[in-house]
Nanobody, 120 residues
């Protein structure tokens, strides 16, 4: 059993900042990739940023230069620092982890999502 628990969403004015955090717990052997995806109303879920276990990052063009993803491998946590927020960043943000459980099977896990609302 694996759980991803997010925190840190909320309401912020355009130009402001928010920090999202996600903690993975349970029968985790190792985590390959952790990331953040977002889904705006009426739209498909899309990548925001990912980070591998060795720290390699990948960002969607829409958030490059404004968002920073980081990870603590020892604590199985991932964070997303979001600066210079825009109304179009409004979405539910989902934490994601591609990991191995102790049965050595790789699976994809999602958090429950946290709402980020940016007012103009």
């Amino acid at each position: 059993q694996v759980q991803l628990v997010e925190s840190g969403g909320g309401l912020v004015q355009a130009g402001g900042s928010l920090r999202l955090s996600c903690a993975a717990s349970g029968s985790i052997f190792s985590i390959n990739v952790m990331g953040w995806y977002r889904q705006a109303p009426g739209k498909k879920r899309e990548l925001s940023a990912t980070i591998t276990s060795d720290g390699t990052t990948n960002y969607a063009d829409s958030v490059k230069g404004r968002f920073t993803i980081s990870r603590d491998n020892a604590k199985n946590t991932v964070s997303l620092q979001m600066n210079s927020l825009k109304p179009e960043d409004t979405a539910v943000y989902f934490c994601n982890a591609r990991l191995y459980t102790y049965d050595k099977i790789s699976r994809n896990y999602w958090g429950q999502g946290t709402q980020v609302t940016v007012s103009s």
